[in-house]
Each structure stands twice: as C-alpha cells, then as structure tokens.
C-alpha cells in the first residue's frame, strides 16, 4: 500500500532504464517514492530472503541479457532542501544534472562543473563518481543509509570508505537515501559559465551523442601499476595505443571519440557489451603489461 500499484511491475524490461540500452528484465521492479515505501520493500525483501538490486540512473551499469533475479528498487526520491547556509541536502533519486541546476538557480557553488554528469545522487555516492580529477565525495558532509533491514543511519562522509570508484555500500548493501552536500554562495552567471563550459569539454572530449555508460575502465593507479612511458596515465590513452579503438563486438563498439567509451546501437546485447570490455583488457594486457580494473558493474544474471 505504501508503494502502490502503479509503482510494482512483474517481468519489467530494464534496457531503457540504463543509459547502454541493453539487458533483460527485472522479476520485480519496485519505485518507491518515499523513504517509508522504501523502508517497506527492503524489509519486505529481507523476510522473504528475496536478493535486492538497487537501480539509480542507469549509468555505469550492463544489466545481463538474461534480466535481474529478486527485486530491483529504483528509488524515486526526488526532494532538495538547503538545510543550513553552506548545506544541501538531495534524495538518491535526484539526478546530478537536477542538482546542479537547483543550486545554481538559488545561486549556491560547488557542484557546477559536475554538469552533465549522468546518473542519480545515489549512483554517485555507491561508487564515488569523478571528474575533472576530483571525487563527488569531496563535496559530501554525510549521507543517510538504510541497512537490509530497513534500519536508517547519518553516517560522516569520513566514515562513508570512500575511495576512487568505491565506497562502502559496495560491502555493506547498504541503500542511499539521502547525501548532504557542502554549499557556499555564488553568482548564478559565473556558475552558469562553469556549468556550461563543463558541458562544452564533455561534448568535445565524449560520445555524448550515443548510447554508453560513462568511462569502461578506471585510470591506471600510479602506486599499483606501471605505464610505459610516453603514454598517458589514462585508461581511455592505453585501450587506444592497444589498437582496440574503433572495434566492434556486434552492436558494440569502441568510440572513437574517447577509447574508454563503449557505445552501443540497435542491434547491441548485453553480452557484446561485456565481450568487448574482455577483449579491449586483454589487448592492454598484452601489449603494456597493465591490468585495468572495471568502473562499469556487471549486473544480474551472468
């Protein structure tokens, strides 16, 4: 009843809710929109011993042909407060684009040059998005979970584990309800400039046009790998001096625009997707002697 009807769906197709636009169905799709209709259905998982995936955006996610076992919540919490002076606060289901425009409407800075960045708040917070060189964790204050069963707890941002592409909902299970940000007052015209020409360097740099999930692979770490010299500290640098850019698994392929994207068409599955990411770490691995380690999370039934 919390939930509602119209918010439950049996055998629900997730392709369209990712930005690859691929994958099977969810045996349940659940989209609470509320923190107590959320509360309900992670207990209501748990009695049953029902698995829970947790869905935000859609980015950075290749959702197996073969669907999603158990319960995929998509959390449709969509609320903004500024919370004190120098604080926002934005449920797991605002986009980063929406926050960004929130708060330059209301002329507060810190998260401008984070335009165009696709995926939820919560998305953001699991696997501590990044640009430009900096994390989104360097913007939080704390962020509010919920336990599997459905305990809330405000945790410090310094005790959120946040590292590059990681935090600690990766090991806990633990869901995003909310994240508070830190805010301070700007000049809604200067902001709109970051913002706009965050957006311009992501258009000439990325595949925006197409269908991906962001960056495939993370950058090499520098106290864990050894990069030749000559070549860049960049994943995208090294699939491309493989030869893999521009080559094609099905519907996949390797963009040629930034070799650490895959872009899809059509006719792509979840498995060219996951065949061409095998293939572009093989080639690195051969020819650098660099192992690159996964951004995108595989999901579902492999």
């Not at 090991?171 to 311009?200: I, K, N, P, Q, Y």
Request: hydrophobic residues 45%; neutral net charge.
């Amino acid at each position: 009843m919390l939930v509602g009807p119209d918010r439950v769906r049996v055998d629900a197709p997730l392709a369209s809710m990712t930005t690859f636009g691929v994958g099977g169905p969810a045996d349940w799709l659940v989209e609470p929109t509320s923190t107590e209709a959320l509360r309900a259905v992670v207990r209501l998982a748990a009695e049953a011993g029902v698995p829970v995936t947790v869905l935000g955006g859609g980015s950075n996610v290749l959702v197996a042909d073969a669907g999603v076992r158990g319960v995929v919540v998509r959390p449709r919490l969509t609320e903004v407060v500024q919370t004190a002076p120098t604080r926002v606060r934005a449920e797991a289901g605002v986009s980063i684009n929406g926050l960004v425009r929130w708060l330059i409407g209301r002329q507060l800075r810190g998260l401008e040059s984070w335009a165009g960045t696709p995926g939820t708040v919560g998305g953001a917070i699991y696997g501590n998005a990044h640009y430009g060189g900096h994390n989104i964790s360097e913007h939080v204050t704390e962020v509010l979970v919920m336990s599997s069963d459905g305990d809330c707890t405000v945790v410090a941002a310094s005790e959120m584990a946040f590292a590059y592409d990681a935090s600690r909902l990766q090991s806990t299970a633990e869901v995003v309800v909310w994240a508070e940000f830190a805010v301070a007052a700007g000049v809604a015209d200067e902001l709109r400039a970051v913002a706009r020409a965050s957006l311009a360097h992501r258009k000439r740099t990325q595949p925006l046009h197409l269908p991906s999930a962001g960056c495939v692979f993370q950058n090499p770490h520098p106290d864990r790998d050894r990069v030749p010299d000559g070549i860049p500290w960049s994943a995208g640098a090294l699939v491309d001096r493989a030869g893999l850019k521009g080559s094609r698994v099905g519907g996949a392929a390797v963009s040629t625009a930034h070799a650490n994207f895959i872009v899809t068409d059509a006719s792509a599955t979840a498995a060219d997707v996951r065949q061409l990411i095998t293939q572009a770490a093989a080639a690195v691995s051969r020819r650098f002697g660099v192992d690159l380690r996964q951004e995108i999370v595989f999901v579902g039934e492999w």
